[in-house]
């Protein structure tokens, strides 16, 4: 039945290609930043409601959705969910590709739709949970509190990139702003430094993100940073207010799913960097998938585009890569992988159950102490010394 599933799956996929095309432009021709994905929002629900998905417009949050579909075998099974993303960058657009991702997530979903009506045997439910505000907003881990992977048994996504690998590190990550408040007698400004170049100003403002490997470290490493400013405060007789913005947490990669994913994109003649067990050098960036990698089994790989050299994620060579016609095949495929890698999860009790022990082993905090754990990340801290 794989090498059958696999051609059904590429059939799909490939029947549906010139709609997937147009909801990629669509996405890529109306960048809106993060929780003003109106326009996506609507679009995307109408497209898969009228696919047959039972979809809840507004989901949470104002232009989150859920766009589900329950196996007519059967909806007693698993839940997979297929993560997407359609947030663009200020100024530059889709730099970082979520047209794509929009794309290979509906994709794999309409193949997985299909599978489920050929193959009665095949139980569960497939869910394409539209998550807004990825940059700079961490727009996952709201609706995560809000119960969104309630009954979740997996989540998956696929992230464009000028390379393919399928398991790589993503900082841990938060955002700091810091106000400094006094009478007017040191002028050490960044993001607000008064209007008049003569006149020192009574308040300045910074802005910082703090990076480390892993959310245990970024914590400490936040605490030390704290420090400093506190520190500084004191010295100059200064109030310091500090506020913490909503952390990214590392991505905990899942292997068991992860080889799967790999296992199908190489039936595909994809090749990737992390191959043979190579190792490959963490990122500096960080996405909120890490966020839903603390709480199910999930996986975050990469997929190559021709990018230029420069043209990295977040570059305006990277918004044009995104809509050219050169991307449509890899995304294409990287749809096909997921939905292979979704039916597996969903035909597959043993693949399921060796996912789940390899999360339950990690030891990472379960979902109501993992919300103590991001509130410490999270919360607000105000320090006033005078």
Known sequence: MATDLKEFVHSVVEANSQDLWE???????????????????????????????????????????????????????????????????????????????????????????EAMKKYRDIRGK????????????????????????????????AHPAPFDVVAIGFAATQKLIVRFKGKSAHAGVITEGGKSPNVIPEMTEMIFNVRALNSKELIELRRRVEACFRAAAEATGCSVDLERKTSY????????????????????????????????????????????????????????????????NHTRGFTAIANAVDSQQPTLLVAKVLALTALDLLRDAELLDEAKREFEALKLPPEESCKPRCNELNQNSHVNKQ
């Open 249 to 312: 947490m590392n991505v905990v990669h899942n292997v068991a799913i992860g080889e799967t994913y790999r296992k199908h994109a190489r039936a595909f003649g994809v090749s990737f960097l992390d191959d043979d067990g190579k190792n490959v050098a963490p990122l500096g960036g960080a996405t909120d998938c890490g966020n839903v990698s603390y709480r199910v089994p999930a996986i975050h790989p990469l997929f190559g585009l021709r990018a230029d050299k420069g043209s990295a």
């Open 23 to 113: 909801l990629s432009r669509f996405v890529w021709e109306h960048p809106e930043l993060a929780f003003s994905e109106v326009q996506c929002h609507d679009w995307l629900t109408d497209f898969l409601e009228r696919r047959g998905f039972t979809v809840t417009r507004r989901y949470l949050l104002d232009t989150a959705f859920r766009a589900e579909f329950d196996a007519p075998g059967g909806q007693e099974g698993p839940c997979v969910v297929l993560l997407c993303e359609y947030d663009a960058l200020p100024d530059i657009g889709h730099a970082c590709g979520h047209n794509l991702i929009a794309e290979s997530s509906v994709g794999a979903a309409l193949a997985v739709v």
């Open 126 to 157: 497939v869910v394409v949970l539209g998550t807004p505000a990825e940059e700079s907003h961490c727009g996952k881990e709201p609706l995560i509190r809000k119960g969104a992977l309630s009954g979740v048994d997996a989540a998956i996504m």
